[in-house]
């Protein structure tokens, strides 16, 4: 009887691996593949990959776009919500909880919702002043998803700080500033440095938000869009290298959180 | 000893979170070079006190003078106080070293080498080394200087929050309960330490403890405090053998507090006995607080006793047994060097001038 659970238990275990990564296991196996059929394989190395850096000008043009914008994204993100984490520390009880849930909202929104509630607003603030969505409009709003994820980050930090080590910089002859920069941002920097690889991984994989607030397209609406006209092998290999980028971002924050849990 | 001049003056301080009033207008001076104590129970507001001094908080009512000028508009990095916290608040993301250099660290260069014609950064890290080194030889931590501070034992750490706020060598100094931490073997050498410290460099200390004994051992001058007010003031000696209420003398030592009626000058009944004091200026058949030490019950033979009584309990002290003994119409905390078992019956004597009469405590409100 025992022997049976535990045998149950590992085929349930198998099937529901099997279901979650059998299609990217499939997506790379067929990124090596020698032709553009799907239906039988041959060994064809690297020739996607050669295609896709050099003879797929707009990927590279959408590798670049998604690229800078998470970067962006993601150093101001940190300065906004580290600064917000800090602001909020500092407010009375009733209102931090106030203003965490109104930050903690928008994280839980779909993504459509904000995706579309931004794509309204770029277009309502266009018929006043010129403001075409294309890059601009992108970064602004991959700031306002990523920075939550900052913000969540670092305000544990926060409250695991001793309440008076911002007290202690200042009597001993730090000012306000210098306190923050030589105290506290230190004392909290692993968060922000969490938040921050979480913004980044956030930034780089969005679809719908990035399609709503801009024309100019970043990876993911690339693959969308190419994925309409019938799929090329390019987009295998493109996939396969975003799918390994992102898995060792998020094998680096595990391994952060890890470590954090431990000391 | 301390110079006859006031440093510090909380002049009428009041302050009050949300609707707690935690300190009822408090008045008192601390003087150049004092060791002064404040002492009383949790949450008497003693905490809330220094950080008024540290510039932390900010009173509702009354002034705060250091040197005779008002400083309640000065940061705390502009105030020549360093402090101590509770809950030493040590910097973990540095190092034990790094912890202690950190003031110095944010020093001007010639106030740190006042004496050199010429500032390099070699001379100056020379002199903050050898000004950290010394401090960890102060608190016995040279072999931890490159410790982690997560990496302290609670006493550890505390000492070296004590070495981060001396190096300073701050005119004043504010200690939130520094020696809390620690077992009592080292909190004893660290009282000595600290206080010899105190009067080598020559530096105010304003000391929180709710340990009377410590209070009593380093202080010059003893503030007692309850429910954010003052009791008493005065060098340890005076509040011990004169307290002024009952919260005092409960709080300083042990003590039978008996209900009284003072029947003229010199005369006071209580216990169902007249006792002969040394106390008068009462009025005739005033309710008063009596006050005896413990240790100035004396036991004698039941049939010379001023009271007679049934001894209830004994315990072992170390140096004196500590004997309840009831009397009929009170039960007494009494100190005796001979040993007397339960159920025996003693006869117990009190000398007049160890018989304290105080005001009822009600009438003070
Ligand atoms: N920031 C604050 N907000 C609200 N109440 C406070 C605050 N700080 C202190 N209190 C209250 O004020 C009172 C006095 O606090 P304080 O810390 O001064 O006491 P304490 O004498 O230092 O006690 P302990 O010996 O336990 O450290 C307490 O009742 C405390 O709950
Ligand atoms: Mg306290």
Redesign the interface.
């Known amino acids: 009887m025992k022997r049976l659970f535990k045998y149950l238990k590992g085929t349930y275990l198998g099937l529901l691996l099997l279901l979650l990564y059998s299609p990217i296991a499939v997506m790379i196996v067929l990124s090596f593949n020698q032709s553009k059929s799907r239906a039988n394989f041959s060994w064809g190395g690297l020739k996607w990959y050669y295609e896709l850096f050099y003879e797929s000008p707009e990927i590279i043009e959408a590798l670049k776009l998604t690229l800078t914008v998470a970067i962006l994204a993601t150093i101001i993100s940190i300065v906004l919500g580290t600064l917000g984490a800090i602001g909020i520390h500092a407010c009375k009880k009733g209102y931090a909880t106030m203003l965490m849930n109104l930050s903690y909202l928008p994280m839980t929104m779909p993504d459509i919702v904000t995706g579309v509630s931004l794509m309204l607003m770029f277009v309502f603030v266009n018929t006043y002043v010129y403001f075409p969505r294309g890059f601009v409009t992108m970064l602004i709003a991959h700031i306002t998803f990523d920075t939550p994820y900052v913000l969540f980050s670092v305000m544990p930090k926060l409250k695991q700080m001793?309440?008076?080590?911002y007290?202690?910089?200042?009597?001993?002859?730090?000012?306000?500033m210098?306190a923050i920069v030589k105290?506290i941002l230190?004392?909290i920097?692993p968060g922000i440095v969490t938040g921050g690889l979480l913004a980044f991984t956030m930034s780089l994989d969005d679809f719908v938000i990035s399609f709503f607030t801009s024309e100019s397209n970043n990876l993911s609406m690339l693959v969308y869009a190419a994925a309409k006209r019938g799929v090329e092998p390019t987009i295998y290999a493109l996939s396969t290298l975003i799918f390994i980028a992102i898995l060792i971002l998020l094998i680096i924050i595990n391994k952060r959180s890890d470590l954090e849990s431990i000391? | 000893m301390y110079e006859n001049t006031k440093l510090i003056e909380l002049k009428n301080i009041s302050k009050s979170f949300g609707d707690t009033q935690v300190l009822k207008n408090v008045d008192i001076y601390i003087r150049r070079k004092e060791f002064v104590t404040l002492l009383g129970p949790s949450g008497c507001g003693k905490t809330t006190m220094l950080r008024i001094i540290?510039?932390?908080e900010f009173p509702d009512e009354g002034e705060v003078l250091f040197d005779g000028k008002d400083i309640q508009s000065l940061?705390?990095?502009r105030r020549r106080?360093?402090?101590v916290?509770?809950?030493?608040?040590?910097?973990?993301?540095?190092n034990v070293y790094d912890n202690i250099a950190?003031?110095l660290k944010?020093?001007k260069p010639e106030e740190l080498l006042p004496n050199e014609k010429k500032i390099t950064r070699r001379k100056i890290k020379a002199e903050i080394d050898r000004r950290v080194k010394r401090m960890l030889k102060l608190v016995k931590m040279e072999a931890y200087e490159k410790r982690s501070v997560?990496a302290l034992s609670g006493g550890q750490q505390q000492r070296i929050a004590i070495a981060?706020?001396l190096v300073?060598e701050p005119e004043v100094l504010l200690l939130d309960e520094p020696l809390g931490a620690l077992d009592l073997k080292l909190r004893k050498e660290m009282q000595v330490e600290l206080k010899s410290m105190q009067q080598q460099l020559g530096i105010t200390f304003i000391y929180v403890t709710h340990d009377q004994e410590e209070a009593l051992t380093m202080s010059d001058t003893i503030v007692v405090m309850n429910g954010g007010k003052i009791q008493q003031i005065g060098d340890g000696k005076s509040i011990y053998d004169e307290p002024k209420n009952a919260f005092v003398a409960n709080f300083i030592g042990d003590s039978n507090i008996l209900s009284g009626v003072m029947l003229k000058d010199f005369e006071v009944e209580c216990a169902g006995h007249r006792f002969e004091c040394v106390d008068e200026g009462f009025a005739e058949n005033e309710s008063v607080d009596v006050v005896v030490r413990p240790e100035d019950v004396m036991v004698v033979g039941s049939d010379v006793g001023m009271l007679v009584g049934e001894v209830e309990s004994v315990f072992f002290k170390g140096v004196h047994y500590e004997m309840k003994v009831n009397t009929g119409d009170f039960t007494w905390k009494v100190h005796s060097t001979t040993m007397h078992p339960a159920g025996s019956r003693v006869g117990l004597s009190i000398v007049p001038s160890n018989i304290h009469i105080m005001r009822r405590m009600e009438a003070e409100g």
């Open positions: 001793n309440p008076n080590a007290e202690a910089a200042l009597d001993l002859g730090c000012r306000p210098k105290v230190p004392e920097s000391s | 540290g510039g932390f940061p705390p990095y106080v360093n402090t916290f509770q809950k030493y608040a040590l910097f973990t993301h540095l950190f003031g944010l020093k997560d981060r706020a300073n």
